[in-house]
Nanobody
Framework: QVQLQESGGGSVQAGGSLRLSCAAS????????WGWFRQAPGKERERVAL???????SYASSVKGRFTVSQDNAKNTLYLQMNTLKPEDTAMYYC????????????????WGQGTQVTVSS
């Protein structure tokens, strides 16, 4: 019912910035909760940032102060602004959505995107 597609990934030098986008189509509405996750080779999937239908946000400690999650409900699009990127930010980034925030918190949302690769070089 809901399809998510990430874009905006790429390669960047340490200290640079990228903005990821996640476009939603299908049965979507402003009441959805959104999240960004990432997974690097040999590591477990990590919750990067969440945004609730009320606009409240949360971030992994490793990205606080550097990343900002936002959404444009009119465009059904989620964003992740990533500043001061570090090599350890290198990972495949996925967006996700669910009607219930608890499912995003535990990392089991109803809908996932296919992912976009972010590579940060030192």
């Amino acid at each position: 019912q809901v399809q998510l597609q990430e874009s905006g990934g790429g390669s960047v030098q340490a200290g640079g910035s990228l903005r990821l986008s996640c476009a939603a189509s299908g049965y979507t509405y402003s009441g959805y909760c959104w999240g960004w996750f990432r997974q690097a080779p040999g590591k477990e999937r990590e919750r990067v940032a969440l945004i609730g239908s009320d606009g409240g946000t949360s971030y992994a400690s490793s990205v606080k102060g550097r990343f900002t999650v936002s959404q444009d409900n009119a465009k059904n699009t989620l964003y992740l602004q990533m500043n001061t990127l570090k090599p350890e930010d290198t990972a495949m980034y996925y967006c996700a959505a669910d009607r219930l925030p608890a499912r995003l918190i535990i990392g089991r949302p109803s809908y996932w995107g296919q992912g976009t690769q972010v590579t940060v070089s030192s």
